[in-house]
């Protein structure tokens, strides 16, 4: 089955402890991307990579690390987390072209305390 | 105020009626697409329209696009209780950075 995972689910941490969430997808994508998602504020893009070892900056990439070692994983990084980036995260991945589908994957809660 | 913002924010209605949301953008773009989020969880692909488009049909959905006014909008036929949830547009422009819009959020009434 064609999917996008993210792992945990849900996390509960304290402020600067080095974390990070997996992304992987099966479908063989170029684009991968991760956003945040927050009450009143939609979506909004933290990082986004076309290719290996190829990464851009979205709107919102300050506190965040993301590597792209391997063309199925793209995981992220918060090398010191903040109170702040309490939100919900989600992965999504697409082929090359700009009006190939995003695939999305099912959200990791982060809570910051 | 952010590209992609939709109107209404929410938007209350009867099962079987049609339900219409809109979509304003800032900037040109090389497409629109419209998804769908369930109570959090992850977003869904309904329907994308590439920017030399006027009108698009999805079983039944219909999608419009104005770029001479920078705006969309869905329409949502013979709703169902099941069409319940958050719907946003993204925009896409030449680059990847996708900006998504802040979300209506439907509620069909059985």
């Known amino acids: 089955e064609a999917q996008v995972t993210q792992n945990p689910r849900y996390l509960i941490t304290v402020t600067g402890k080095k974390l990070t969430v997996t992304c992987s997808q099966n479908?063989?994508?170029?684009?991968m991307s991760w956003y945040r998602q927050d009450p009143g504020l939609g979506l909004r893009q933290i990082y986004y990579s076309m290719n290996v070892e190829v990464t851009d900056k979205g709107d919102v990439p300050e506190g965040y690390k993301v590597s792209r070692k391997e063309k199925r994983n793209f995981p992220l990084i918060l090398e010191s987390p903040s109170p702040n980036q309490t939100s919900l995260y989600f992965c999504?991945?697409?082929?090359?072209?700009?009006?190939?589908?995003?695939?999305f994957g099912p959200g990791t809660r982060l809570t910051v305390l | 105020s952010q590209q992609g913002e939709e109107d209404p924010q929410a938007l209350s209605i009867q099962e079987g009626e049609n339900a219409t949301m809109n979509c304003s953008y800032k900037?040109?773009?090389?497409?629109l697409q419209w998804y769908r989020q369930n109570s959090g969880r992850g977003l869904v692909h309904l329907i994308l329209?590439?920017?030399?488009?006027r009108e698009k049909h999805s079983g039944r959905l219909r999608v419009t696009l104005d770029t001479s006014k920078k705006s969309s909008s869905l329409l949502i036929t013979a709703s169902r209780a099941a069409d319940t949830a958050s719907y946003f547009c993204?925009?896409?422009?030449?680059?990847?950075?996708?900006?998504f819009g802040t979300g209506t959020r439907l509620k069909v009434l059985a």
């Open positions: 329209i590439r920017s030399n488009e």
């Open positions: 999504a991945s697409a082929g090359r072209k700009l009006t190939d589908t995003q695939y």
């Open positions: 993204a925009t896409a422009s030449g680059t990847y950075k996708y900006i």
């Open positions: 479908m063989n994508h170029e684009y």
């Open positions: 900037t040109s773009i090389n497409n």
